[in-house]
T-cell receptor, first 115, second 114 residues
């Protein structure tokens, strides 16, 4: 059973518009959430994170929203740029004295930003 | 500064063989984690080591083992390879194994089992 779900395998957006990537989770014990970006032939790179005590975190063009009651988080990219085209993974930290070394990842969403 | 380095980048093995994958963390990082990424899936946690001790283990069979050396580099070993072990194996490092420490990933080792 998947504890972190990214139900959209792909998303296509026009340059300059907003990209919204969604993620759902099932385990209410998760206390820390992260987004990673992955280009082909490279390892995932950290993008942005949010603690379960917050509902929003911003970093430049990237904003993550967390809705704990719905067990849902989303990543907003505004404005989207062609260089943002990559696979985006949502990940969660178990929180039971665990560490960020043990992350549970979704399957990823492939974002394509068209010029 | 060098990032996380993994070797080899690609590897082809046959069923039943043994494989050793290597990882050098970012200088100063003492925690190393291993993940398996099968095509079309997200990375799946295999092991975490910190200060040469195992700190976590994912749901993988005993054919998978790992260790961390005094210089904090790490090896992942897989015995009796199966076709299903074909995947991208990712190593990640962080300075400490705590929730708010970023993980830095290497580019991975692509293992093909024939």
């Amino acid at each position: 059973d998947q504890q972190v779900k990214q139900n959209s395998p792909s998303l296509s957006v026009q340059e300059g518009r907003i990209s919204i990537l969604n993620c759902d989770y099932t385990n209410s014990m998760f206390d820390y959430f992260l987004w990673y970006k992955k280009y082909p032939a490279e390892g995932p790179t950290f993008l942005i994170s949010i603690s379960s005590i917050k509902d929003k975190n911003e970093d430049g063009r990237f904003t993550v929203f967390l809705n704990k009651s719905a067990k849902h988080l989303s990543l907003h990219i505004v404005p989207s740029q062609p260089g943002d085209s990559a696979v985006y993974f949502c990940a969660a930290s178990p929180g039971y004295g665990g560490s960020q070394g043990n992350l549970i990842f979704g399957k990823g969403t492939k974002l394509s930003v068209k010029p | 500064d060098a990032g996380v380095t993994q070797s080899p980048t690609h590897l082809i093995k046959t069923r039943g063989q043994h494989v050793t994958l290597r990882c050098s963390p970012i200088s100063g990082h003492k925690s190393v984690s291993w993940y398996q990424q099968v095509l079309g899936q997200g990375p799946q946690f295999i092991f975490q080591y910190y200060e040469k001790e195992e700190r976590g283990r994912g749901n993988f069979p005993d054919r998978f083992s790992a260790r961390q050396f005094p210089n904090y580099s790490s090896e992942l070993n897989v015995n009796a390879l199966l076709l299903g072990d074909s995947a991208l194996y990712l190593c990640a490092s962080s300075s400490r194994p705590t929730t708010n420490e970023k993980l830095f990933f290497g580019s991975g080792t692509q293992l093909s089992v024939l």
